[in-house]
DNA sequence: TATTTATATGTAAACGTTTACATATAAGTA
DNA sequence: TACTTATATGTAAACGTTTACATATAAATA
């Protein structure tokens, strides 16, 4: 295990060049004869020689590594980013380093970290809620930073965001146009900035519409599939049934699904369901679940490039909020 | 951005001292007097110095990061080990870089620039399928390896595997137990090592118990959702239906249920199901699936555990093959 | 007091690159 | 030819740490 390994000053004694034309050599794109040149490159060859890449990292002051700071990541729709981000941006010659920042390891102490280490050039970092010190240490900006975020108040960086409250609104509108009145409503954490904006969207758009809000059929969820379970749970022992249940993610929707049907409804007959994000699993269930498409891969895209041009400098406009688009997929439960 | 960073030196100048007794007035635990400590970490606070990281990899060989290396990363089972494989690791002291494979990125192109860049004090390669490259450039050791494979073939690296072959053959034993004599098999991809293991399993165990392996009712899939449902499709198709479908996966497991369902046939009633992995939703399926658990906690902390006493030198045995447990989850699938 | 030992600090080298600058050679131009 | 310009190579500094070694001072011992 590491055996001493070689360096370009190894290479540079045994073809009688300085390590400098060695590293113009490498390097490829330098002035240096083809006939040293492809003397070097066989010398390096023959000797499997592997640059030092902390090295070289080092001198320019340049990892070429990304970090991704997510709050915890076996959920479904992180790892969908870290796909797209690590796809992004590998293709413009950078690694992804992913750090989790759940339990004890704090959001803040996890960007701080990585915001002085000079490991990495820039740092994407998915939010699910935002106070000030975050906000402050975000934008601390010792190096490019891009917001993956429901919280668009803009700060000293790039906000990448899924427009929570139309795209709720957009739901509401569908229910409306389908029949329904009587809505029912499944709130995610009430700390989360993307479930504060679905809510909202939800309420001003039943109010636009003149649906009466019954204040027994809002119920705290928490984003996870149990805490849709049991809000569902709660809602069916009301003496009034609403017809239609708009929980505000897919996972939560699972979780009525389970309620619905330990508890001998039928969707959409008896009760309909609407979910937000189209998670993997939601066009499989049964019935398959009409729900807002997020396009996860689009906002890993977005902030991956948006960051990669302004660690390169190809950006220096003024920070933006960017916005995704979604898409309303209509399914069977509702 | 990236404002003139201070260092060592430029605190070794105002506090009067060296800058080595700064970088052992920072380092905590050397010969430095009292007084001289606190000066120079009260200087260091008031400029917010915080080391170069990458400097000091640099002088000392040693980056505290450890590579992660995937097929593919949207998938929960490989989202469920980063986030074991990240966990393990910060406890440790180190950070996680996810490299996917995936894509004209190959995997061995993946293993060689991270073997030898120095950026990662050892590698962990979720292995899907091997052949002798892979195996040869594992084995090249400039670091320490830990392989999660089902392949055990031992190379010059430690592997943390899950007993499929057993699994699957507990699987056969039970479906028989519950009088299932009736058995149909939906395969995983014909090169992934953990597929041709379950397979083999379900065959040795079905000659044991004397039940007929109608070759009909073996199906080809290929660890997704689809690929469950279209093997199933074909299934449906024989004159002679199968008492239960064994998926190689949960994935196809689900695939099953959505082909089942849409042919009119009832689970456990019409055709018992049972799958393997134990994926989030198989607990929440209607009606919950029967499945072999495979606890990739336990199968990432392993790893991470095992790559890290390699690392630090505490483990210098022979390469080892460490099993991790699986348990046969009873639900209401057959 | 004289000598040894422990403690605190400083000096300078080392890690493996890149790169600004200097220099030597070759090619082009007047 | 003599001068300018382009090209190829070398020299040495720089990046920010750590650390082996040397040294100076203080404390302990004989």
Redesign the pocket.
Known sequence: MLSK?????EI?KRA????????????GN????????SKILKIAHELN????L???S????KTNIIGLILPDISDEFFSEIIKSVDDTSYQDGYFTMVISSHGNRSLVESINTMMNSRIVDGLIVLLSSVNDEIKRTLSSHRIPVVAISGDTSIGNYDIITVDNYKSSRDVVNYLFKKGYKKIAYINGPSENSDAILRHKGFCDECKKLKLTINPAWILNGDFTLLGGEEATNQLLQNKERPEVIFAANDMMAVGCYNSLAKNGYKIPDDIGVIGFDDILISEYLTPPLTTIKVDTETLGKFATEKLIDRINGNDTSKHQVITANTELVIRKSC
């Open positions: 390994s070689i360096n370009i000053k540079a009688n060049v300085s390590i400098a034309t060695v590293s113009r050599a490498l390097s330098n002035n240096v004869t083809k006939e040293t040149r020689y592997k640059p030092n902390l090295a070289r080092f001198v320019k002051g």
